[in-house]
């Protein structure tokens, strides 16, 4: 067993589509209508044929609520694996991401926290060799 997909609530389809591939560079892999939405996925340029990310319509009630207390209580919705937080966390910066957390060693690990322009928070990781 793999994991084949993972969904992120975005609050613009379109928004999202732009940050995720021209900002962070992510592969447009999937962008099918779906009525008045898309199956709209990207996947790493690194593994184009792995886990896509599913940057899916936030229109469920329970969603916004859920987004909301995730952001009000600074946690990522999800994590990306990075070779160095410090060099990506300049790069995005210097793209114009906001950052709620800067780069932090925690244990084996440095994170960083931005924004996604979508109505989340995601956490880039690079795990120590």
Request: glycine letters at 6%; a negative charge.
């Given at each position: 067993?793999r994991?084949?997909?993972?969904s992120?609530f975005?609050?613009?389809?379109?928004?999202?589509m732009?940050?995720?591939?021209e900002?962070l560079g992510f592969?447009?892999?999937h962008?099918?209508p779906?009525?008045a939405?898309?199956?709209l996925?990207?996947?790493s340029?690194?593994?184009?044929?792995g886990?896509?990310?599913?940057l899916e319509?936030?229109?469920h009630?329970?969603?916004?609520?859920f987004k909301?207390?995730?952001?009000?209580d600074?946690?990522?919705?999800i994590s990306?694996?990075?070779?160095?937080?410090?060099?990506?966390?300049?790069?995005?910066?210097?793209?114009?991401?906001?950052?709620?957390?800067?780069?932090?060693?925690?244990g084996?690990v440095t994170v960083a926290v931005f924004h996604?322009?979508?109505?989340n928070?995601?956490?880039?990781?690079q795990?120590?060799?």
């Open positions: 067993m994991i084949n997909l993972a992120l975005v609050d613009d389809q379109e928004r999202a732009r940050f995720y591939t900002v592969r447009l892999k962008d099918v779906v009525g939405d898309r199956w996925t990207v996947v340029p690194q593994d184009p044929d886990t896509e990310l599913l319509p936030s229109g009630r329970a969603v916004q609520p909301q207390a995730l952001v009000e600074g946690i990522p919705a990306f694996a990075v070779d160095d937080v410090a060099a990506e966390y300049e790069r995005l910066r210097g793209l114009g991401v906001h950052f709620t957390q800067e780069p932090v060693e925690v084996p996604d322009t979508c109505g928070l995601i956490q880039i990781a795990h120590a060799a």
